[in-house]
């Protein structure tokens, strides 16, 4: 038996049986090791420490707590005042500010659970109170937290780039367009569906009400822009750009909207704390079980296998995208771009596939993953918001899926979607 097959072998008993994913990676990690019997089980510890060590990731625990900071500081409701102006007079009125508000959510926090959380139990219980039924409202609301993980910043992003060696300004200005045309798509669906159902709109178009709230909304949006101009003009890093969000949002908060107190501090830091400490464990095992894959020559091996069974770049990144859709159905986003991208990557440039589109594609594909059995985070959280179970929220999220799908096909079919603004600045 190959090392190569207790690594794997162990590490799927493991899923099945529930072992959370950072356990089973690192499980598995010193289960081949054990197998090999000549490389002390030490390195597993070590190879877990390494694998947290780098300044880049500093940046996961300060969007975390930016996102967390948005929540209690008053962003939140100011960002759904200003999305309602926006596009509150279409049919469905609510549906649609959930889904632009989470475009806008997604600008700062970085991730999907933190906007389900944030933006769910804002307009969840308001959707309802106009007469939306709770498996819709949660369905809209899980579908576009998605959105989060594509519109920079991004963590699956920073995690691709980190593993890759790819320029994360590059990959955070590609998921622009991708983020953009996600929110479009299910704004389409959203009011399809709402026509169909006589869901009305939640306010009329005013401009003078736009700038109204837009004032006060504007002063949030400003956050991704100080994020991404400052990445790409290369003032300050990604990390320096997460703490930068972070200090941004505790002004907003304290001084502009005066919604957040001194005592809320502890709160979300813990909060925060939980969220980061979750991703870094996922982290760290990943690294370990990175390290064992590469000494048995897996990424090497299978890239030269793929290469040769989907010669067509084209049939090649589908194959991607189905082991991806797979793969985020019971992995998290996070630890999916951990456990594969090492394997993939030098498939990718041995195909001549541009690295950046590939990235951006395979996060707007994990997030399918968010929204689908058995993980779902994204739907558990919004169950526990409604009080509904995952089964009776699942057919409300078929369209939004099917859209999400579309989407994935036509960035691959449509590259500059993801090139054109990089290259834009680049040029």
């Excluded at 990943?286 to 897996?298: E, N």
Aim: aromatic content about 10%.
């Amino acid at each position: 038996m190959s090392i190569t097959l207790v690594l794997f072998g162990t590490l799927i008993i493991l899923l099945l049986l529930k072992v959370p994913v950072s356990f089973a990676l690192a499980l598995s990690s010193a289960a081949a090791l054990l197998w090999e019997g000549y490389t002390p089980l030490m390195q597993v510890i070590q190879r877990m420490y390494a694998g947290a060590n780098s300044w880049l990731l500093l940046a996961i625990p300060f969007f975390m707590l930016a996102g967390q900071i948005m929540e209690k500081g008053g962003v939140t409701k100011r960002l759904v005042a200003f999305a309602d102006a926006l596009v509150g007079f279409l049919p469905g009125g609510l549906s649609a500010v959930n889904i632009v508000v989470s475009m806008f959510f997604g600008g700062v926090s970085g991730s999907a659970v933190a906007d389900t959380s944030a933006v769910g139990s804002l307009l969840i219980p308001a959707m309802t109170e106009q007469g939306y039924s709770k498996s819709y409202s949660a369905a809209v609301t899980a579908s576009s937290s998605p959105i989060g993980i594509i519109i920079p910043p991004s963590i699956p992003m920073i995690l691709y780039g980190f593993v890759a060696g790819l320029s994360i300004a590059e990959l955070f200005l590609a998921g622009i367009g991708a983020g953009l045309l996600v929110g479009f798509a299910e704004l389409v669906v959203s009011t399809i569906i709402s026509v169909k159902r006589g869901y009305r709109s939640s306010s009329k178009f005013s401009l003078k009400r736009v700038f109204s709230t837009g004032y006060e909304g504007i002063l949030a949006l400003f956050a991704p822009l100080i994020i991404i101009g400052g990445i790409i003009t290369g003032w300050f890093t990604p990390t320096e750009a997460a703490a930068i969000a972070v200090v941004y949002t505790l002004l907003l908060g304290f001084f502009v909207y005066k919604d957040l107190k001194i005592k809320d501090i502890p709160e979300i830091v813990v909060k925060a704390m939980t969220s980061t400490a979750t991703v870094m464990l996922v982290i760290s095992a990943a690294g370990a079980f990175a390290w064992v894959l590469s000494a048995a020559q897996v990424p090497q091996n299978v890239a030269e296998s793929m290469v040769a069974t989907f010669s067509h770049p084209t049939t090649f990144l589908f194959a991607l995208i189905v082991l991806f859709l797979i793969l985020g159905t019971f992995l998290d986003a996070n630890a999916a771009m951990l456990l594969v991208v090492p394997v993939v990557a030098p498939a990718v440039v041995m195909m001549g596939l541009d690295p950046v589109q590939v990235g951006v594609i395979l996060t707007v594909t994990l997030g399918v993953g968010l929204v689908t059995p058995p993980v779902g985070l994204c739907v558990f959280i919004a169950s526990s918001i409604t009080g509904l179970t995952f089964e009776e929220i699942i057919p409300e999220l078929i369209p939004f899926v099917i859209a999400l799908l579309i989407c994935i096909v036509i960035l691959v079919f449509v590259p500059g979607i993801t090139t054109y603004i990089p290259s834009l600045l680049a040029g």
